[in-house]
């Protein structure tokens, strides 16, 4: 792999870029791999990264239906924080928020990661209560937060309307260093990554069916050709149900949409991301400009990656009434993706019914920010066949046992 | 230079001028005017700079397409950045200015990054910026964003009002041109409910420029106008196209005159049974170095400005055109005395009837020659020619003012598209169009987008004309109307000859001038960006578009998608329709943020529910508290009291004397029927069947899973029917989840529920004087042999009908009286009244609060999170054993649930009487296996105590109950640690005798 720099940039301006090598190799799938992995989104690649950087194991296939980074990956608003309450969550997502931090010089990628802080607002008293709960978690977890308020919060975000007439600030809980990064770049980085590795990311290829023998997967057919396998990862977030399927069990999510949206660009104005989870929305402006908005998932399932206005209304109306300057910006673009959401609003990273296949999905709409801990959390799962202490608790059993990691009992809900 | 002509204008009306500035320098156009047509007119054609190279643009398009002309508008609560001069229609005083420069238009800092451009390839910015690692948050990141973004950020809120509106129409209309009016016209012949829109101000669309139909769209729009059923809206854009034959329109109401109070922007939410979509089609531009100068320009909208608004861009034209449509705008600026010293056709010998007629009229044209380079920075100042072949060594050059160039047309399919309608490629003319076979379709599995006109992909007038009463008459048809085949004049024979389509020209053009070769103006990508994407493997569309911008600026890549698409195919050596398109997606053209929030904003955000007693509060110094969509009293702090003396003050009152509660908001459900009390046996954990009317009965409601999600006090009406209390955020959700049950699970069971919430006031009278207030306004016997604890009564009380339950969540003597709401404030002005002279004093949520953790009573929402279930909080009295089954039970069983070691249920007391902080959580020795500190509890609600005059908390801890006295540290986020000793949850009347007398 060629590294990246400002020399090489240098380098080939003077020969007109013509030097530059593909990212990654598009190659036809071979025959076998000790490891495939179905679906090439972020927590896809990021697994096939760490079972070749932490474990060696570099004969890995990534097959992929659509387009590397083409799911939810490349969807998201992007927002990387780690302040979860209960502490599997806090533990693999600030594992998570801890490697992006390097994850431009690990990968010789920029993927743009951006501690610019995140703040969660409270507009209730119950809402304080939650993030000052969470506050105290987040110190015992060792995760950087912080109960701020209401003046902390306009000093950070000056176009913030504290003194909405329903919902006024009550504080928020401030992570600094939360941020964001640049969606696709994170899956590229990886991509480029594995396929120096010597591992095949195999895009256009979509799984149809898994094979097995004696209770142990063996392989998986798809549009290209069977491929067998010693073990087999699925890592495909909304499709995750029918991929079990194939695989002869059921899994305790469902999928649902999940929309965002893009104003036009205009010149910096806010500097922070801000999560307003009483009226449901989140804000942060991309370097290029434009204000990245999210909210709620729709109310019913579906896998069309497109969902009700609505949705939209509401998540406009609320923000609108946070700041009421991007009343005056415009909508460039709103789209959707299918996320899975589970009973208790955590991913499952567990062994399965069938021997040797493992399953990563259930990451709901908070799935971006945990790409690199759960990619490292998944491939120690995968390679070992055990699970580590990232991934304990969020076997399937815990359905069953009762264990669950009910992340919505702090006021916030949204991810 | 560009110029008004002194005749001519079809749109502009001379006899009124409009003044406006830009750039502080104060112009004048004529009603009718674009801003962009009025910029030209006064010979501004620098109009702003690109995003990335900050390279000076002109004005390209006259539509929705336009990527350069985007203006900061209005000022201060009415400024708007990125307007689109092109579709801004002019009004006076209508200030613009250009944006994304420093200092000035002319004189611009950031043009220096062109000097760089070799260095700033497509995605240079993932290769870069990655040493050292801070300097990406610190230097990189900043000096991008300042640089990035086009218009300024508005400041403070929105000074105009927005609406929305709901039309349900049989078939709409999307688009107002030929196509559109005919379509419209064949619809509503045959007896469908119509509504045609038009984003523009003027209905024909482009055939008023491009063909001679000025007579049948006036008569068209008479006639469809003088329908009964047929709704016509101009400057109405069709916005988005969802499922279920959803759509939204962008109506701007008042941006062509501005008029404060009155709504702005309205957006339409239509549904349709059929959409005919009749949006044209859009040209492309061609790819040849130095096409982003001022002054090259599509050639529609060259005659745009000259048919439409008498504008001329330059005073010598050269047009580059692959097609033959490119001489219509030869044979206009002709017809109107300009100068077209040149044709530059990319095929051989045209011998369409357009540049034959050009030829009669003495053109030049090279054949088989290609734009090479385009002279002038600022301002187009010539062009140089190649022939289409070569690598771009120029043969000649021609002095010019202005290119006009014609790359085809690509059919407008974004509302075919944005519903999942899939597209065709049309290999003679170059285009993606709908694919009837395919259409986007509706809950019943039909198809309910349809396309007309041009962007059908019938590109001739007439051929458009007719295609478009077609679709109206089709989707007519659709809704099983009778709609006969549309007469009109047959369209006339092909007349134009074949497009040669031209992806780079010339087509072996050297690298020098692809790197030169715009394809996304706005953002900057030329066609080696799109090369090189290619080369380094981003092969698929969305990869191109993601690396290199390509397609992302605010046009959506109106001009550039099928230009970018058409190299990136050829540098995969594929074919364009197996390259496929990005997805469209809404909105067609950016719609304002405040036109989608519409009217809900400051006090109309949500609705307000307001108790029946919600003035009383208001007028007597309530502080407020939002829960849910009600404001609920905190407490009411007298003048020279803070908030939370005032609690202190409202707790020890009604432990004293007497206090007085607005309950209303309480969930009330009626649930009646000959199977209700078998239904919440299932639906609480202890057992209501067997309670007796006229008594009340404390329940808890379980989850599937087990947690506990309310709690309430039930009292049995009669024998069919029972009213369940339920917390006031649960009102709707348990009402939602009983009704979930009843029609998903045991449809049927005979029971019926109705909430009753806000159809009664329900106020609690608590204290030791509580039964003497009750007495004095009479009417009922309050005794406890009469109405003894946890008993209901119905009849008056001073005259007002009342249900009297007595029940308490104090610990006080307690009576919760509900009235018709009609009654509340009469009822709660008399109580207050009476209540004078017993010390009556009303009190807030916080009191009632604290009140209750006095008593060690739980609260939904502190003490449970939807973890914890019923056993946890020592509850084990109202979970019933003989019933074989309740929502939750199994749950419960399960290992987790029934492991003796889970947190439980326990007061705590600091040792220092301090109050201990909310949500702290009790250590225990070392870490667990992530490094995080093991924990052995939390607390789940902490107060202040006035009645015990030190801090008093509940908690969960590990096996809890059976480690009484021991003591626990809790440290603070303020570094503090809070020791505290674990004691009963009951702090206050243990026996309960004060509620029971």
Redesign the interface.
């Known amino acids: 792999m060629r590294r990246?720099?400002?020399f090489?940039?240098?380098k080939?301006?003077?020969r007109?870029?013509t030097g530059?090598?593909?990212?990654?190799?598009?190659p036809a799938p071979r025959k076998k791999y000790d490891v495939v992995i179905v679906g090439a989104g972020g927590h896809g690649l990021a697994t096939a990264y760490h079972l070749g950087k932490n474990h060696g194991i570099t004969n890995v296939a990534v097959v992929e239906k659509?387009?590397?980074?083409?799911g939810n990956t490349?969807r998201n608003t992007t927002i990387i924080r780690s302040n979860y309450l209960q502490?599997?969550s806090?533990?693999i997502y600030e594992k998570a928020r801890s490697l992006y931090?390097?994850m431009?010089?690990d990968l010789?990628?920029?993927?743009?990661?951006?501690?610019?802080g995140v703040i969660m607002l409270a507009?209730?008293?119950?809402e304080v209560?939650?993030y000052?709960?969470?506050?105290?978690?987040n110190?015992?977890?060792?995760v950087d937060t912080?109960?701020i308020s209401p003046a902390e919060v306009k000093k950070l975000v000056p176009?913030i309307?504290l003194d909405?007439?329903?919902?006024p600030v009550l504080g928020g809980l401030w992570q600094a260093r939360g941020g964001t990064a640049?969606h696709?770049?994170v899956a590229?980085?990886y991509a480029r990554a594995c396929s120096a590795m010597g591992m095949d990311i195999i895009?256009q290829c979509e799984v149809t069916g898994i094979d097995s023998a004696e209770g142990k997967v063996t392989g998986v057919q798809t549009t290209k050709g069977q491929i067998a396998c010693d073990k087999l990862a699925m890592v495909v977030a909304g499709n995750s149900g029918l991929l079990a399927e194939m695989a002869g069990f059921r899994l305790p999510l469902e999928t649902v949409p999940l929309q965002a949206l893009v104003?036009?660009?205009?010149?910096?104005?806010m500097d922070v991301v801000v999560m307003a989870n009483t009226v449901h929305g989140y804000m942060s402006?991309s370097?290029?400009?434009e204000m990245v908005i999210g909210g709620g998932t729709d109310g019913h399932n579906g896998y069309?990656q497109?969902g009700?206005?609505h949705h939209?209304?509401e998540t406009?109306?609320a923000?609108?009434?946070t700041f009421?300057?991007?009343?005056?910006?415009?909508?460039?673009?709103?789209?959707g993706g299918n996320v899975d959401v589970t009973?208790d609003r955590s991913p499952i990273l567990s062994k399965t019914p069938l021997g040797n296949c493992f399953i990563n999905c259930g990451w709901g709409t908070g799935g971006f920010k945990a790409i690199p801990g759960s990619g490292w959390a998944m491939a120690e799962l995968v390679a070992k066949g055990e699970p580590g202490?990232?991934t304990?608790e969020f076997g399937l059993n815990?359905f069953?046992?009762?264990?669950?990691i009910?992340e919505?009992?702090?006021a916030g809900v949204a991810h | 230079m560009s110029q008004r002509l002194a005749t001519g204008g079809r749109l502009i009306d001379r006899s009124q001028p409009r003044s406006f500035t830009f750039n502080g320098k104060t112009l004048q156009g004529y009603a009718g005017d674009t801003l962009a047509s009025a910029l030209l007119g006064a010979d501004q054609m620098l109009v702003g700079r690109s995003?990335k190279y900050h390279r000076p643009r002109g004005v390209v398009a006259s539509g929705a397409e336009e990527p350069n002309a985007l203006m900061n508008m209005g000022e201060g609560e009415l400024?708007?950045?990125?307007q689109r001069a092109t579709t801004t229609e002019l009004f006076e005083g209508l200030i613009a200015r250009s944006q994304n420069h420093w200092p000035s238009l002319d004189y611009d800092i950031g043009a220096l990054n062109q000097l760089a451009a070799?260095?700033f390839?497509a995605g240079?910015?993932?290769?870069?910026?990655?040493?050292p690692?801070a300097a990406?948050?610190h230097l990189f990141?900043p000096f991008?964003?300042?640089s990035?973004?086009?218009?300024?950020?508005?400041?403070?809120?929105?000074g105009?009002i927005?609406e929305h509106y709901y039309a349900h129409v049989d078939v709409l209309v999307i688009g107002g041109g030929i196509a559109g009016l005919r379509a419209a016209h064949a619809a509503a012949s045959a007896g469908a409910r119509v509504l045609v829109i038009e984003q523009s101000a003027t209905w024909g669309g482009r055939a008023p420029v491009d063909d001679d139909f000025a007579s049948e769209i006036n008569a068209l729009v008479a006639e469809l106008a003088a329908m009964d059923d047929v709704q016509m809206r101009l400057r109405l854009m069709g916005a988005?196209v969802?499922?279920h034959g959803?759509v939204?329109g962008y109506e701007r109401l008042r941006d062509h005159a501005p008029k404060p109070g009155a709504p702005r922007h309205r957006l339409w939410?239509i549904r349709a049974q059929q959409v005919v979509s009749c949006t044209g089609a859009i040209e492309r531009p061609l790819s040849f170095a130095g096409n982003d100068r001022p002054g090259v320009m599509l050639a529609s909208a060259m005659r745009d400005y000259v048919v439409n608004h008498a504008v001329a861009p330059g005073q010598r034209t050269v047009l580059v055109t692959n097609n033959d449509d490119g001489y219509r705008t030869v044979l206009c600026l002709l017809d109107h005395g300009l100068e077209v010293p040149l044709v530059i056709d990319a095929r051989r010998n045209p011998e369409g009837t357009l540049a034959a007629k050009a030829r009669a009229r003495g053109v030049t044209i090279r054949d088989g020659y290609a734009a090479a380079g385009v002279r002038g920075t600022k301002r187009v100042t010539g062009i140089e020619i190649c022939p289409i072949e070569g690598s771009g060594g120029a043969v000649d050059t021609v002095e010019c003012d202005a290119v006009a160039m014609s790359g085809g047309w690509s059919p407008v399919v974004h509302f075919y598209s944005?519903?999942?309608g899939k597209l065709l490629w049309d290999e003679a003319g170059a285009f993606f169009y709908p694919d009837a076979a395919k259409p986007p379709l509706n809950q019943s599995g039909a198809g309910f987008v349809r396309c007309g006109g041009a962007a059908n992909g019938a590109l001739q007038g007439a051929e458009a004309a007719q295609c478009g009463g077609q679709a109206g008459a089709e989707a007519a048809r659709a809704l099983g109307l009778t709609a006969p085949v549309p007469s009109g004049p047959a369209p006339e024979p092909q007349a134009e000859a074949p497009l040669m389509p031209v992806w780079v020209m010339p087509l072996n053009a050297d690298?020098h001038r692809r790197?030169h070769t715009w394809l996304d103006f706005q953002n900057d990508v030329k066609l080696?960006d799109v090369q090189?994407a290619a080369?380094?493997?981003?092969?698929?569309v969305?990869?191109t578009k993601?690396?290199t911008?390509l397609g992302?600026a605010?046009d959506?890549g109106k001009l550039s998608n099928i230009n970018g698409l058409a190299v990136l195919s050829d540098a995969l050596d594929a074919s364009i329709p197996q390259v496929g398109t990005t997805?469209f997606?809404?909105?067609y053209t950016?719609?304002?943020?405040?036109s989608?929030?519409?009217e809900?904003?400051?006090?109309t955000?949500?609705p307000?529910r307001r108790t029946p007693m919600h003035d009383w509060h208001e007028a007597n110094g309530v502080h407020w508290?939002?829960?849910g969509h009600w404001r609920r009293p905190?407490a009411y702090p007298r003048s020279g009291e803070t908030v939370e003396q005032a609690v202190h003050r409202e707790v020890k009152n009604t432990r004293e004397a007497l206090g007085l509660l607005d309950a209303s908001t309480l969930g009330k459900i009626l649930v009646t029927g000959p199977d209700a009390g078998k239904f919440l046996d299932m639906l609480y954990t202890n057992m209501m069947s067997s309670l007796k009317p006229g008594r009340c009965r404390y329940g808890l409601m379980c989850n599937e899973?087990?947690f506990l999600m309310d709690d309430g006090v039930v009292a049995r009406l009669d024998e069919n029917s029972f009213l369940v209390h339920t917390t006031s955020g649960g009102a709707e959700h348990i009402h939602a989840h009983m009704e979930d049950w009843l029609q998903c699970e045991w449809w049927d069971w005979q029971v019926h529920t109705v909430n009753l919430t806000e159809e009664y006031a329900q106020i609690a009278v608590v204290g030791p004087h509580a039964r003497k207030l009750l007495e004095k306004l009479g009417g009922m016997d309050f005794s406890a042999e009469n109405l003894p604890f946890m008993g209901w009564a119905e009849g008056q009380i001073g005259g007002f009908d009342t249900r009297v339950f007595r029940i308490s969540f104090s610990g006080e003597l307690s009576f919760e009286v509900a009235v018709p709401a009609a009654q509340g404030a009469a009822f709660w002005d008399r109580l207050v009244k009476e209540g004078a002279d017993l010390g009556l004093m009303p009190y807030g949520t916080e009191a009632l609060h604290i009140l209750r953790a006095e008593k060690g009573f739980i609260m939904i929402?502190?003490e449970t999170?939807?973890?914890v279930i019923p056993q946890d909080l020592g509850l084990h009295w109202a979970i019933s054993k003989k019933k074989t089954d309740y929502l939750g039970k199994r749950?419960?069983e399960?290992?987790?649930?029934t492991d003796p070691a889970r947190w439980k249920l326990v007061g705590l007391e600091t040792i220092s009487g301090a109050v201990l902080?909310?949500?702290?959580?009790a250590?225990a020795p070392g870490y667990?296996?992530?490094?995080?500190?093991n924990?052995q509890g939390?607390v789940t609600s902490t107060y202040y105590s006035p009645t015990l005059e030190r801090g008093i908390a509940m908690g969960l801890v590990l096996n809890g109950p059976d480690r009484m006295g021991e003591v626990l540290n809790f440290?603070?986020?303020n570094g503090q640690i809070y020791r505290a000793r674990i004691v009963d949850p009951v702090f206050y009347d243990k026996e309960g005798a004060k509620q029971n007398v």
Not at chain 1, 324 to 331: A, D, V
Not at chain 1, 400 to 404: A, L, P, V
């Open positions: 990246y720099s400002a090489a940039i240098a080939e301006a003077l007109h870029n530059w090598q593909k990212a990654w190799r598009s659509g387009w590397l980074g083409g490349g502490d599997p806090a533990a931090e390097t431009s010089q010789n990628y920029n993927v743009m990661f951006s501690p610019r507009q209730t008293h119950h209560r939650g000052q709960r969470t506050a105290h978690a110190a015992l977890q060792g912080r109960w176009i309307n909405g007439p329903r919902y640049r696709d770049a590229w980085g895009q104003s036009e660009p205009i010149k910096p104005c402006q370097d290029k400009g069309t497109r009700s206005f939209v209304e406009v109306r923000l609108v009434e009421p300057m991007i009343s005056r910006l415009k909508m460039l673009r709103q789209w009973g202490p990232l304990a815990r069953r046992e009762g264990r669950f009910d919505s009992v702090a | 995003f400024f708007e950045p990125n070799p260095f390839s240079f910015y993932y290769k870069t910026f990655i040493h690692r990406w948050k990141e991008i964003r300042k990035a973004g086009l218009g300024q950020a508005p400041k403070g809120a929105d105009d927005y988005g969802y499922d959803f939204t939410k944005h519903c999942g690298y790197s080696s090189l080369r380094e493997g981003y092969e698929s969305e990869h993601r690396y911008t992302m605010t959506q997805t997606r809404p909105p950016p719609i304002s943020l405040g989608i929030a519409g809900a904003r400051g006090d955000f949500q307000l508290e939002p829960v905190y899973n087990g929402g502190d999170d939807g973890t749950a419960q399960r290992p987790h649930m902080p909310d949500g702290a959580y250590t667990n296996a992530n490094d995080q500190r924990t939390r440290p603070g986020t």
